[in-house]
């Protein structure tokens, strides 16, 4: 379609080529009457339409894309399925599922695969692997990547067990879902220990228990034999009554804790005749044992609601002992100390100046936070890494995102979801600049825009390690938390009891410091390790070559090498098998050998083997929520009719495309060869 300006400009141009053309052929000329017409013709049509050309005009084209149905097979690779359900019933339900893709795309249906770990064309070819089973997650992703395309549904197969992610069945999905039940719903003879409670720290030389929960289906009246071990070696043994009329009970293990380091402890339940599975039948406690509590200070300049969140978070855990201060209210008790955590501290009241006095004197590592009583010329003085310079009484309301370069320590999935729901805190508005060596942990999220500015950094010395958090309304991040997970903030509690340990563990002189980014990995997860190298001056130094020895507990070794780089990109392991490692870590610095020791835990937590027994209610209510309906594999060609019967339709799609006219060649060239016509004529005819 072509599309210019109006007919009067149009009525112009023509009136311009219809002036030039009889301007030059109404005198008498020496070709024919009919040559000269034609050559007039020519000169007034080349005219016109170079005058037309000069309006701009464009070309308007319409392009009409049909885009099919999109049916989207999400099946739950999981192990518990693969276990559990009977052999010839889940290859009905995948063999099943291949010819359901078969029929519809012969109906027009554009069919896609996707499985809890990765994308695959037949679902005949799945294998049931996957260590975990997070259903929300897959129908979440599954949501995210056809947005916008025209998803008609999702055929999920599962057995509802679901170990990880949110409840599938209390979330809303904008596209129906048809739910295919595999697994086996009937209760087999079993033994199993679906949980063992216990502190993660231990003191060396007190005693820690493990409470192992023992579960039986088929067993009641029944004695097990319950277990303990450590490297092979038996620790403890019970004999354990299996009461009629229950499912579940537990027994208490009384251990006394060894020599300081990471333990990994083994319960496991002997299995009994007719038992259907023994995976089930062992779990693992990861313990660290330590020397002796960490020595907290908190101090504030004055009582504010974060010094309770705070203290609530600290008081998590079992690894620290705290102490309060506050001027003129709770005075200073003891003068030693691990680590500090200074609350507005220096104020501009001067308050507080005999344990900013004490914490300098000892170099004792420290966490300030910043708020509108600090005084910001004498935090500016400490020498922390970071300089602010607030604009007045000036703040901004932001949240925290964590900075993906930072890996001394790490922030799980559920953490990064929870800080997405935190309420704006206040920081100061103004030039806040970041000194060489600090790491940021943490940048502010004005709204939506995630900014490059510091809220949690690390800096200071290896002699003297001291973080900043600029702000003071932390406290409301812990209360959101803790009102939308069940009085349970464990974000922000991690993330106070991380930074604690961080600042004590670089409380040394270590030229090499090599470190696991996590307390401990899972079996499925990559294992990272991150380094700091210092020249002989403690100045963070770069590029430098390390190597790495793991060695696990059959003391078979691993070597890496790798240097740390300026961006802090930590060494990538791989997933490892279960087990307690113990790493050296080995470089030379400026001329002189370093070396670092340490450990890092592996965990297997079995999560698929602890319920053998389908949930189909579940896969039901997942699909109700969405208007459809719970199938099962041997009502598959039902549910190829049911899809049909939706009626399903293509999308029509149109896009505008908008051409000028002046940029088409074949006009140009049009133009030349009618030009070149007319002077060849003219010229053949004797014209000049």
């Avoid at 201060?325 to 003068?335: A, H, K, N, T, V």
Wanted: net charge positive.
């Amino acid at each position: 379609m072509l599309l210019s300006a109006s007919p009067w400009f149009i009525a112009l141009c023509l009136l311009v080529g219809l002036g030039y053309a009889a301007l030059l052929y109404s005198a008498r000329a020496p070709w024919s009457r009919s040559v000269n017409y034609a050559l007039a013709a020519v000169r007034f049509a080349v005219v016109s339409f170079l005058c037309f050309l000069l309006l701009s005009p464009f070309l308007k084209s319409t392009t009409t894309t049909r885009q099919e149905p999109t049916l989207v097979l999400a099946l739950d690779n999981s192990q518990s399925v693969g276990l559990f359900t009977p052999p010839v019933v889940l290859s009905q339900a995948t063999q099943g599922l291949q010819q359901l893709a078969t029929e519809l795309r012969g109906q027009g249906f554009q069919v896609e695969t996707r499985t809890l770990t990765t994308s695959t064309s037949r679902p005949d070819s799945v294998r049931f692997q996957a260590a975990a089973t997070d259903v929300d997650g897959l129908l979440a992703g599954i949501g995210s990547e056809f947005e916008g395309r025209n998803l008609a549904g999702v055929v999920l197969l599962s057995d509802g067990l679901v170990n990880q992610g949110r409840a599938p069945q209390y979330a809303e999905y904008p596209f129906p879902v048809y739910a295919v039940g595999v697994g086996d719903t009937i209760p087999k003879k079993d033994l199993s220990l679906p949980a063992l409670t216990y502190n993660r720290v231990a003191f060396s030389g007190n005693q820690f228990p493990i409470e192992a929960e023992i579960g039986y289906d088929a067993y009641a009246g029944s004695t097990a034999t319950v277990q303990v071990r450590e490297n092979g070696r038996v620790l403890q043994t019970r004999q354990v009554r299996l009461p009629a009329g229950q499912r579940r009970v537990k027994t208490t293990f009384l251990l006394t804790a060894p020599a300081p380091g990471k333990r990994r402890y083994e319960v496991v339940v002997a299995s009994l005749p007719g038992e259907f599975t023994r995976l089930n039948n062992q779990k693992f406690a990861y313990l660290e044992v330590v020397k002796g509590k960490l020595r907290v200070l908190l101090a504030g300049a004055a009582p504010h609601p974060d010094l309770k969140a705070l203290r609530a978070a600290i008081l998590q855990n079992d690894n620290f002992d705290l102490t309060t201060y506050l001027p003129g209210i709770s005075p200073l008790q003891r003068q030693d100390f691990d680590v500090a955590i200074l609350h507005q501290l220096p104020a501009q009241s001067g308050v507080g100046a005999e344990v900013l006095a004490q914490v300098k004197a000892r170099r004792v590592p420290a966490l300030y936070v910043l708020g509108s009583q600090t005084n910001f010329g004498a935090y500016n003085a400490l020498g922390t890494g970071l300089t602010v310079t607030p604009r007045g009484s000036q703040t901004d309301e932001v949240t925290p995102v964590p900075n993906p370069s930072f890996t001394r320590f790490s922030f799980e999935e559920d953490a990064l979801r929870r800080f997405l729901a935190y309420p704006p805190a206040a920081v100061p508005f103004g030039d806040v600049r970041v000194g060489g060596g600090t790491e940021v942990a943490l940048w502010q999220q004005v709204g939506r825009l995630k900014t490059q500015k510091p809220l949690l950094v690390f800096g200071g010395s290896p002699a003297q390690r001291q973080a900043t958090l600029l702000t003071e309304g932390s406290w409301q991040w812990r209360l959101q938390e803790a009102v939308e997970h069940d009085d349970r903030p464990e974000a922000y509690d991690r993330l106070v009891l991380r930074t604690l340990q961080l600042l004590t563990q670089n409380a040394n002189k270590k030229r090499l410091d090599v470190y696991p980014t996590q307390d401990a990995f899972d079996i499925q997860d990559d294992v990272t390790f991150g380094a700091e190298t210092y020249n002989a001056i403690f100045e963070r130094i770069y590029n430098q070559s390390i190597t790495l020895t793991l060695t696990d507990e059959r003391q078979k070794v691993r070597t890496f090498t790798f240097a740390n780089t300026e961006d802090g990109a930590p060494l990538h392991l791989g997933p490892l098998p279960a087990g307690l490692y113990r790493y050296t870590a080995r470089a030379t610095l400026g001329g002189q050998p370093q070396q670092d020791r340490g450990e890092v835990l592996v965990q297997a937590q079995q999560l698929e083997a602890t319920q053998s027994k389908a949930d189909h209610n579940l896969l039901a209510q997942v699909a109700r929520r969405s208007g459809q309906r719970l199938y099962f594999p041997q009502q598959l060609q039902q549910l190829t009719q049911d899809i049909r019967k939706a009626n399903y339709k293509p999308v029509l799609y149109e896009q505008e495309d908008l051409q000028d006219l002046i940029n088409l060649k074949w006009l140009f060239f049009l133009l030349l060869g009618l030009l070149t016509v007319e002077w060849a004529t003219r010229k053949y005819s004797g014209g000049v």
